[in-house]
C-alpha cells in the first residue's frame, strides 16, 4: 500500500527518540542558519552539514542526528524488511525554519504540490522513501496531497515532455552523463532520472495544478511519524516548524509492488524502456 501511494503514520515515533534530543534540536538559535534550506546528515558517511556554531554545539546535534538516523534505520529494517539493507541510505535532514510564508525560488518551494526528485541523487528508477515527524510539540505539520501518480502522469508526463526524454538517445547526452558517472560526480542519470527533475518543475510551475486542482489537507499532530513514497504522491507543506526525516533509496528488485513503481507507469505512457 506504500508503494501504491498510501501514507502511514504513527501516532507517536515507533522508535525511541530522547525528549531531551527534541527539546535541544527545537532550542538553538535556528534563525542564522536562514542560508541553508535545512540540517543535513548522511548515514553513510557520518557527516553533518548545515550546522555552524560553537564546537560543542556542533557535536551535540551531529551525535542527536547520528542517533536518530541509526534508530529510524533499525526500526524499518525490521518493520519493511524486503527493504532492509537492499536500499541505499539517503540522507537525514532536520528543518527548523517555519513552512509557511518561506522566501523560495519557485523551484525551491516545498509549498507547490510536487513530486520528489534529487538532482544530485539520481535512482535509476529506484524508489524514494521517506519517514517524517514532527516535533513541534502545539501545532501540527500541514501537507496538501493531490491525485494519484497514475493519474498525474496520465494528465500531465505528455505536456512535460516526457516522449523527447524517452526518445532523446542522443550520443552528446549520454556521454555528458557517462563521463560524470566515470568521474563519480554523479550516478547515470537515465531518461527516467531526467522525467522526474523535469515532471517535478512542471508540476510546481503549473499554476492551473496549484491553485485549481483536487487538494486533500493533511494534518500531522505533534509527534506523528508518517511513512511515504514521495516520489509518487504529489506533496506541499503549507505550514509547520519542526520536523525531522530520513530518505530511503530503495531499488526496483527490492520493492514487493514493481507495477506500481513510477518508472513502470511512465514506461507504460511513453512505450519504451527509462531505466537501465
Ligand atoms: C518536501 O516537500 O519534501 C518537504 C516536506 C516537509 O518538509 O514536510
Ligand atoms: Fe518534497
Known amino acids: 500500500m506504500l508503494e501504491r501511494g498510501q501514507i502511514l503514520q504513527f501516532r507517536e515515533p515507533p522508535f525511541a527518540f530522547p525528549t531531551v534530543d527534541q527539546e535541544f534540536l527545537r532550542n538553538q538559535e535556528w534563525a542564522e542558519l536562514r542560508m541553508h534550506k535545512n540540517v543535513s546528515y548522511r548515514p553513510g558517511e557520518d557527516v553533518l552539514r548545515g550546522v555552524s556554531g560553537d564546537a560543542n554545539t556542533v557535536e551535540r546535534v551531529h551525535s542527536i542526528m547520528r542517533n536518530y538516523s541509526a534508530r529510524v534505520i533499525e526500526f524499518v529494517g525490521d518493520f519493511l524488511s524486503p ?131 483536487p487538494k486533500t489537507e493533511m494534518a500531522f499532530p505533534p509527534s506523528a511519524t508518517w511513512m511515504v513514497f514521495t516520489d509518487c504522491v504529489a506533496h506541499a507543506v503549507m505550514s509547520g516548524q519542526y520536523a525531522i526525516e530520513q530518505t530511503f533509496l530503495i531499488p526496483p528488485k527490492a520493492l514487493v509492488a514493481p507495477d506500481a513503481a513510477p518508472y513502470r507507469i511512465l514506461e507504460g505512457l511513453a512505450g519504451r524502456p527509462l531505466v537501465g
Open 83 to 213: 527493504y532492509k539493507e537492499k536500499w541505499n541510505l539517503d540522507f537525514a535532514s532536520f528543518r527548523p525554519l517555519e513552512e509557511a510564508g518561506r522566501d523560495l525560488p519557485l523551484h525551491k518551494r516545498n509549498d507547490l504540490l510536487h513530486v520528489d526528485a534529487f538532482p544530485s541523487r539520481p535512482t535509476q528508477g529506484g524508489r524514494i522513501l521517506r519517514v517524517f515527524t514532527n516535533l513541534n510539540t502545539t501545532r501540527p505539520r500541514v501537507w496538501n496531497t493531490t491525485e494519484n501518480f497514475e493519474t498525474l502522469a496520465h494528465k500531465y508526463a505528455k505536456p512535460a515532455g516526457l516522449q523527447q526524454i524517452a526518445e532523446d538517445d542522443s550520443f552528446l547526452t549520454r556521454t555528458v552523463q557517462n563521463l560524470g558517472a566515470k568521474l563519480g560526480i554523479t550516478a547515470a542519470r537515465t531518461p527516467y532520472d531526467m522525467f522526474m527533475l523535469r515532471f517535478h518543475d512542471y508540476l510546481k510551475e503549473n499554476t492551473a495544478l496549484q491553485t485549481k486542482g
